[in-house]
């Protein structure tokens, strides 16, 4: 059972920054697209970013498009988020998943297209 290990979630004021992690220990996901949900209290998972399995391409969902960054580092087999000024509709449990499907040409923003999850990361924003 593959396991994804998330980190970097916490407390920041709003307009602040933070960077999560997501490493896949014992896995090569280099050929599987990545991706980053989120779930807030009483609301559906929904998606905010997603890495093309080559690093060709990124895709955001619109309410982060222009703070958000999502990257990786093949060598450490961990991809990243980075997000920048961050709002009070951003505070939510941030997951890191892999797709079930390896080399698709672009990421599902569904999250019943991932197979693999990690436990998620709290981000709270404090206004």
């Known amino acids: 059972q593959v396991q994804l290990v998330e980190s970097g979630g916490g407390l920041v004021q709003a307009g602040g920054s933070l960077r999560l992690s997501c490493a896949v220990p014992?896995?090569?996901?280099?050929?599987?697209?990545m991706g980053w949900f989120r779930q807030a209290p009483g609301k559906e998972r929904e998606f905010v970013a997603a890495l093309k399995w080559n690093g060709a391409a990124t895709y955001y969902a619109d309410s982060v498009k222009g703070r958000v960054t999502i990257s990786k580092n093949s060598a450490l087999d961990t991809t990243y988020l980075q997000m920048n000024s961050l709002i009070p509709e951003d505070p939510a449990v941030y997951y890191c998943?892999?797709?079930?499907?390896?080399?698709?040409?672009?990421?599902?923003?569904?999250?019943?297209?991932?197979?693999?999850w990690g436990q998620g990361t709290q981000v709270t924003v404090s206004s």
């Open positions: 998943a892999t797709e079930s499907t390896r080399q698709r040409n672009v990421p599902s923003r569904a999250p019943g297209a991932y197979a693999y």
């Open positions: 014992g896995r090569s996901f280099s050929i599987y697209n």
